[in-house]
């Protein structure tokens, strides 16, 4: 395994720059944005990622609730923080796209708004993880998880059934893209998500070390003979 | 142009900075680990 992950982390980056590479240079320019809907080849990537993301840490929730199985639980957590950070990626990229386009930042639009509460529902997910001792937490973060997947089809198909600020599907729901676009657009795609599926490789091999290290501090903790505590404890003898 | 670029080095300064506290979290192990090993030679 050690001697693979270099090898995939070559090719993601191989692939990443003939992305880049396809979305700056080879992809044709949109007759009314001009460039600046070359944006398009990373915000929508980073958004279908993220809601695969948001989709498995869902799985493994239930899977968690269902059978308590810790790499369950391993999963869901390090599919929520991955997929957290690509849908900063489309909170970002989304305004610096809608500016020149728009004449706006951000507007308080259906698609918008839920993204923007998808995004703080698996911020607090991850708040929760880091921040509550209970021994409980895994469970709660599950149940949060499953209500906050209720909110990815929410904000995909938000676009399809209201009319929004935000443009109406051009893959589907009748909408057209030049093949092309759409070409360049498959390729983004397939490289961000392999770069997502290494991240979370990354992050899942770090939780496991994580948790060992804690698992055989609190056994050491637990056989450590009482009379090793005083050297740190004080002693307290009644005068 | 502008917004065009500063939307890619958007997107690669986060994925960089997530990557750059995963890389802080695997060293803060790395050491915790070594001091571990240390001191149950000890």
Not at chain 1, 84 to 99: D, E, Q
Not at chain 1, 164 to 191: C, E, F, K, Y
Not at chain 2, 29 to 40: G, H, K
Request: proline share 4%.
């Amino acid at each position: 395994m050690k001697r693979v992950f270099p090898i995939l982390a070559v090719l993601t980056a191989a692939l990443l720059s003939y992305a880049l590479y396809e979305a700056l240079i080879v992809a044709p320019t949109e007759q009314t944005m001009g460039d600046v809907q070359r944006i398009f080849y990373y915000h929508v990537p980073s958004a279908w990622t993220a809601f695969i993301l948001f989709f498995i840490n869902f799985v493994a929730s239930v899977v968690y609730l269902i059978r308590r199985s810790n790499k369950a639980d391993m999963v869901a957590l390090v599919t929520a923080e991955v997929g957290v950070v690509f849908c900063t990626v489309v909170l970002v990229t989304g305004p610096i796209w809608a500016r020149p386009v728009w004449g706006i930042w951000w507007t308080w639009d259906l698609r918008l708004t839920l993204t923007l509460v998808l995004w703080l529902i698996y911020v607090s997910y991850l708040v929760l993880r880091r921040f509550s001792s209970s021994g409980q937490t895994p469970l709660l973060a599950a149940v949060l998880a499953i209500f906050g997947a209720l909110d990815v089809p929410l904000v995909y198909f938000s676009i399809w059934f209201f009319r929004t600020q935000h443009p109406q599907p051009v893959i589907g729901g009748g909408g057209s893209i030049d093949p092309r676009m759409l070409h360049v657009l498959l390729i983004n795609w397939l490289a961000f998500s392999c770069f997502a599926a290494l991240v979370c490789w990354s992050r899942y091999r770090l939780e496991v070390l994580r948790r060992e290290m804690d698992e055989t501090l609190a056994l050491e903790a637990l056989l450590e003979p009482r009379g090793s505590q005083s050297r740190t404890s004080p002693t307290w003898r009644a005068g | 142009m502008s917004y065009l670029y500063a939307a890619y080095i958007a997107t690669w300064a986060i994925h960089v900075a997530y990557l750059g506290t995963l890389l802080r979290r695997y060293i803060r192990l790395r050491d915790e680990i070594a001091e571990f090993n240390t001191r149950d030679e000890k």
